[in-house]
């Protein structure tokens, strides 16, 4: 139902930005939950930012008033706005979507993920 495709990953300096992108398709993209994760070696993957169908946002407390998530649902796209990157940022960032009727009927879609290094 919904595909994603990410784009935008790569090498930074620390202090500088990236904007991540993650172009979704399906009818229904717009009623979904986008959210952003990471993983970083040794390390679980972690939420990094949500938006929801309203454009509601949250942020974990390692990204806040640094990143910024949007949405575009004409372009059925979401993105990932990240200034002050910090080394600690450099991860495996993924795409996600997600949307339920119930606990029991979930719909949860992930991008390939896409690789942020931070370094000098």
């Known amino acids: 139902q919904v595909q994603l495709v990410e784009s935008g990953g790569g090498l930074v300096q620390p202090g500088g930005s990236l904007r991540l992108s993650c172009a979704g398709s399906?009818?229904?993209?717009?009623?979904?939950?986008m959210n952003w994760y990471r993983q970083a070696p040794g390390r679980q993957r972690e939420l990094v930012a949500t938006?929801?169908?309203?454009?509601?946002?949250g942020y974990a407390e390692f990204v806040e008033g640094r990143f910024t998530i949007s949405r575009d649902n004409n372009k059925n796209t979401t993105y990932l706005q990240m200034n002050s990157l910090k080394p600690e940022d450099t991860a495996i960032y993924f795409c996600?979507?997600?949307?339920?009727?119930?606990?029991?009927?979930?719909?949860?879609?992930w991008g390939q993920g896409t690789q942020v290094t931070v370094s000098s």
């Open positions: 996600n979507a997600h949307f339920y009727y119930s606990k029991y009927d979930v719909y949860d879609y």
């Open positions: 399906g009818a229904i993209f717009r009623i979904f939950t």
């Open positions: 938006i929801n169908s309203s454009g509601n946002t």
